[in-house]
């Protein structure tokens, strides 16, 4: 069951007499560079005004304690996990956590489904399986035991920027199942939690790690200037921050600096949710939220497949299509994939029913992705709503089945369709997780033609350690239903020359495609379970079927297989050229 509408989910009254407690890209990260006059007194006013007892004097007394409105989420939660907390346990990616055995002082669970209960993002699962009047009794006994633990000690990762945004917009756009209780001692525990949820992201904000982080808690705040009494001041100065923090957060062209299509999808999300906030107050949403929403939507939908869910780039997994679906219609933004991504690095070609993804650019700075991965080059195919070449993904997915090696393995480039030389990653995975030397440099052209799409790159992920340059053309035409392909390896100028080196060219199969290899080792017929017949073939090397793996996006793991071409480099130069074809 869908949560109600706003309407439906009025607050009961509070008490007037409750008061608040006292309490290869250049990225501008920080600082109020760039900031209107307006934004930098609107900036420096609301901090003095909370640095000095002026903000206490404010806050005690004028405003009673409540909340103004309560916003909309049209965004459905996950069922399963839902159902878990009615059954009485946390379920995350699959693992289960019982809610009566918890310690919610030190949960000793992986950082992801911490964050998730610290979150409160469960609030939504809850709210789609029952009723307000079935929901809220979970709902208040879990609040009461977390505020037990950390009301009154703010300590990470319950307090982490991020975690204390969500938790404020999840607990404003499902205060019913959290504020419906006759208890007024709670209630205004609740209520004075999240006015010092509000101060704690006024100071801690900026200090947030660029990116999505900072983007969700200069969110928060913009949201509880809107939701609190007397936010005025607090509306100015978390406006000017949101905005720092989408020119940070995005790419020009609307794409995530992580390059996750999951950070992408929360990026949205998020800023989605602030948009209801103004919805709810009927206020104008800021024009540098719009403009934010306008390049960022197109930028997600530019990855997604013909049935509508997300590819599996950089450690997200397959995103349902109703997910995808969902979150943009909370955004209220009506537009087209983007299909030319230079800064956000993904290109999509289109004829017919075909789909093609790629890979046109160097992995994030390590510090902006926790789960990067070497995937220059590296395409995604579908045919209508059917994937038949993918990635294996879900490296940041980690959960049941997703153990830490299996997620260090899912980042390398022999996880991802394309070329692998000499058994190495184009750009290195350290031991310790994050992303070393490798591609720095990636050369692209792209030409719309009366016959198709032609796409030409190129990478030095393989230049200073083995000599070579990968060089990748992709044709698709102007039907669908060929994708002509030809890997190239050639010395790379102003180097030692290279010596005789093997490669692996890697295609991996969707889940129910299968295929079966020719007899001269050089083509397999592909065939898609409910779908159509499509042929491979290469012009050199020897072609094999191995076994592999494909994340969905709930972190669960499916076998599947992948076409291997195997074959050697040469000193002069080596061209491997392939062919996909649609037959039947």
């Known amino acids: 069951m869908r949560a109600k509408p706003a309407a439906e989910r009025a607050l009961p009254d509070l008490p007037e007499a409750v008061e608040i407690e006292e309490g290869k890209r250049l990225i501008r990260v920080s600082g109020d560079r760039g900031l209107s006059l307006t934004d930098r007194i609107a900036h420096s006013f609301y901090r003095l005004t909370w640095r ?171 949201a509880a200037s809107m939701l609190l009494p007397g936010g005025g001041p607090r509306k100015l100065f978390g406006e000017a921050g949101l905005r720092r923090a989408i020119d940070t957060a995005f790419y020009p062209d609307g794409g995530t600096i992580s390059r996750s299509p999951l950070a992408q999808l929360d990026g949205v999300m998020l800023l989605a949710m602030v948009r209801a906030v103004y919805d709810v107050r009927r206020e104008e949403m800021p024009r540098f939220m719009t403009e934010g929403l306008n390049r960022a939507v197109p930028a997600l939908l530019g990855i997604t497949h013909g049935d509508g869910g997300l590819g599996s780039w950089q450690g997200s997994g397959a995103t349902d299509q109703a997910q995808v679906v969902a979150v943009v219609a909370a955004t209220g933004v009506r537009t087209r994939p983007l299909r030319q991504a230079r800064d956000w690095g993904y290109q999509r070609l289109v004829a017919g029913n075909t789909v093609l993804l790629v890979d046109a650019a160097p992995p994030p700075i390590s510090r902006l992705a926790d789960a990067g991965c070497a995937s220059t080059g590296a395409i995604e195919l579908s045919d209508g709503p059917h994937r038949l070449i993918v990635n294996c993904g879900g490296a940041a997915l980690n959960g049941a089945a997703i153990t830490d090696d299996l997620a260090q393995g899912l980042r390398t480039t022999a ?28 050369e692209l052209n792209r030409q719309e033609l009366e016959a198709g799409s032609r796409l030409e790159l190129s990478h030095d992920g393989y230049v200073r350690r083995i000599g070579y340059v990968h060089r990748r053309l992709l044709m698709l035409s102007a039907d669908g239903r060929e994708i002509r392909g030809e890997d190239m390896l050639l010395p790379a100028e102003r180097r030692r020359k290279p010596v005789a080196t093997p490669f692996v060219l890697r295609f991996h199969l969707a889940p129910g495609v299968e295929p079966t290899v020719t007899v001269d080792a050089q083509g397999a017929l592909l065939r898609i379970d409910l779908g159509a017949l499509w042929q491979f073939r290469t012009g050199s090397g020897t072609l094999s079927v191995e076994d592999s793996l494909w994340i969905d996006g709930d972190g669960r793991p499916h076998a599947c297989q992948q076409l291997v071409v195997t074959g050697e480099a040469q000193p002069g130069g080596t061209s491997t050229g392939w062919l996909l074809k649609r037959v039947g």
Do not use: M
């Open 52 to 222: 000095t007892p002026l903000h206490a004097v404010r806050l005690k007394g004028k405003f009673p304690l409540k909340l103004l409105a309560v916003p909309d989420d049209s965004i459905p939660g996950d069922v399963r996990a839902g159902q878990a907390l009615r059954a009485g346990y946390f379920l995350f990616r699959g693992l289960k956590q019982p809610i009566d055995t918890i310690d919610f002082a030190a949960l000793d669970l992986p950082p992801a489904f911490q964050d998730y209960i610290h979150s409160f993002r469960w609030l939504r699962d809850l709210s789609t399986v029952t009723t307000r009047e079935q929901g809220a009794p979970i709902a208040e006994a879990i609040l009461r035991r977390w505020l037990e633990a950390h009301a009154e000690k703010p300590s990470e990762p319950a307090w982490r920027a991020d975690n204390a945004a969500w938790r404020l917009l999840f607990w404003t756009s499902q205060a019913p199942l959290i504020l419906s209780s006759s208890d007024l001692v709670y209630r205004s525990l609740v209520l004075n939690c999240i006015a010092r949820t509000a101060r704690h992201l006024d100071q801690g904000a900026e200090k947030a790690p660029v990116g999505l982080h900072r983007l969700v808690a200069w969110g928060g705040v913009v």
């Open 415 to 442: 996880a991802h369709s394309t070329l692998v030389l000499a058994d190495s990653n184009s750009t290195a995975i350290l031991a310790d997780g994050t992303l070393g030397k490798g591609v720095t440099e990636v």
